[in-house]
């Protein structure tokens, strides 16, 4: 897969620390854990609701 867009994200000291927690209890950074929900919550949203283009 070609890696050639970037995100920043902004997000509170809270959250950070609770998703550093899930990253390392899975065996993931962190970028690859943001990465892991976010394609969970689009083949979620597009098995509710048809392939995305």
Do not use: W
């Amino acid at each position: 897969m070609k890696k050639d867009k970037h995100l920043g994200l902004r997000i509170d000291s809270e959250t950070h620390k609770k998703l550093k927690s899930m990253a390392e209890f899975d065996g993931r950074s962190i970028n690859g854990e943001v990465l892991y929900l976010i394609r969970q919550a689009v083949a979620q949203h597009e098995s509710k609701h048809g392939e995305l283009k």
